[in-house]
């Protein structure tokens, strides 16, 4: 990574304890999601309501599960959260308290804070104890700092494509991991890069407009905010390519925060982070840790839990708070393990 990158996410990891945010604001607009909502897809459109009046047949029990994690962070130590690990374990003991096993995990990336050998250690003792047997992950801007990535490569990226691309296939869903941090635009603006492109043109040709396709990288696939690099500047290209399928779900993290929007059948949903919250678009002067409360720091920390349903191709879309983790249970699965 050039040193004109690491200056852009040096300015984004400002301390912003004192920026003026009003966080009583912020985490009133944060509220909604302490019920979760529950997305069921069919089609492309979306159908949500509350958690807590889901039933199982409405999507808690489906053919298959997945969770979705991300920006774990592990290193960071500031007053936005001290202790990142912990809440990562937090996030870990809700996975293994949920009523189905998730078939895997997805970790959408900033697994480690500045990508040191000793924070990815930390994180791969921390997922030891998942229940889900196989973690698929995709890089962040933090995972590549001091190396281009290749300390994440050797660990997570076995038998991918460039700097970390792939694809799966699970359970009639075609899965698509896709890196858009190798090469940060000005601004922080994410960027696919034409080789990748023309991998995902052809990694798509072979299925049929049937099938229903997640789509999951770091940086969102949409145009959030700009003026803070959230965002990928040639997204329109990747997603020209899954306009003929009647299914497409997007996850993405980086932004720390649940947004979603759904465009024709392609649905965009963004995760919370398991490490700290960040403000919301245009809310401060810039993106970074934002400092909330201690006993109000899990209510806006979380994961995402996904439901596949095999009639109607549906996926239903969970996102759980930290602070209602229920009884911790013990891990019982494998290390993390990469592709």
Same mark, same amino acid.
């Given at each position: 990574m050039t040193d004109k990158n690491k200056d852009l996410i040096d300015q984004k990891l400002q301390?912003?304890?004192?920026? %003026?945010?009003?966080?009583?604001g912020f985490l009133k607009c944060m509220a909604w999601a302490g019920t979760g909502l529950v997305w069921t897809m069919s089609g492309g459109i979306p159908s949500s309501r509350a958690f807590a009046k889901t039933t199982h047949r409405s999507g808690r029990h489906g053919d298959f599960s997945f969770v979705q994690i991300s920006d774990s962070h592990i290193g960071f130590n500031k007053p936005a959260n001290p202790d990142?690990?912990?809440?990562?374990?937090?996030?870990?003991?809700?996975?293994?308290?949920?009523?189905?096993?998730?078939?895997?995990?997805?970790?959408?990336g900033d697994l480690s804070q500045l990508s040191k050998p000793s924070e990815f250690d930390t994180l791969d003792q921390v997922l030891k104890g998942a229940s889900a047997k196989q973690i698929y992950f995709v890089p962040g801007e933090h995972d590549m700092l001091t190396d281009n990535g290749e300390q994440f490569l050797q660990r997570y990226g076995k038998g991918t494509e460039g700097s970390g691309w792939y694809s799966f296939d699970h359970k009639g869903v075609h899965f698509v991991g896709l890196v858009n941090v190798a090469n940060l635009k000005a601004g922080g603006m994410g960027s696919l890069g034409h080789e990748q492109l023309e991998w995902l043109e052809d990694d798509l040709k072979g299925h049929s407009a049937s099938t229903p396709i997640v789509l999951f990288a770091?940086?969102?696939?949409?145009?959030?905010?700009p003026d803070w690099g959230w965002g990928t500047d040639d997204s329109e290209q990747a997603l020209s390519y899954v306009k003929r399928f %009647?299914? $497409?779900? $997007?996850l993405n993290g980086h932004i720390h925060q649940i947004m979603q929007k759904v465009e024709g059948k392609v649905s965009f949903h963004t995760a919370?982070?398991?490490?700290?919250?960040q403000p919301a678009p245009g809310t401060a002067p810039s993106a970074g840790p934002m400092k909330v409360p201690a006993d109000q720091l899990q209510r806006v920390? %979380?994961?995402?839990?996904?439901?596949?349903?095999v009639s109607g191709r549906s996926l239903a879309v969970v996102d759980s708070l930290l602070a209602d983790s229920g009884s911790p249970a013990s891990g019982n699965g494998s290390g993390a393990g990469g592709r």
């Open positions: 301390d912003l304890n004192n920026d %003026g945010v009003d966080r009583r990142v690990t912990a809440t990562l374990q937090v996030a870990i003991n809700k996975i293994n308290a949920l009523p189905q096993k998730p078939d895997f995990i997805i970790h959408t770091h940086i969102p696939l949409w145009t959030i905010y %009647g299914s $497409v779900t $997007v919370m982070s398991t490490a700290f919250p920390l %979380g994961i995402t839990d996904v439901n596949y349903l």
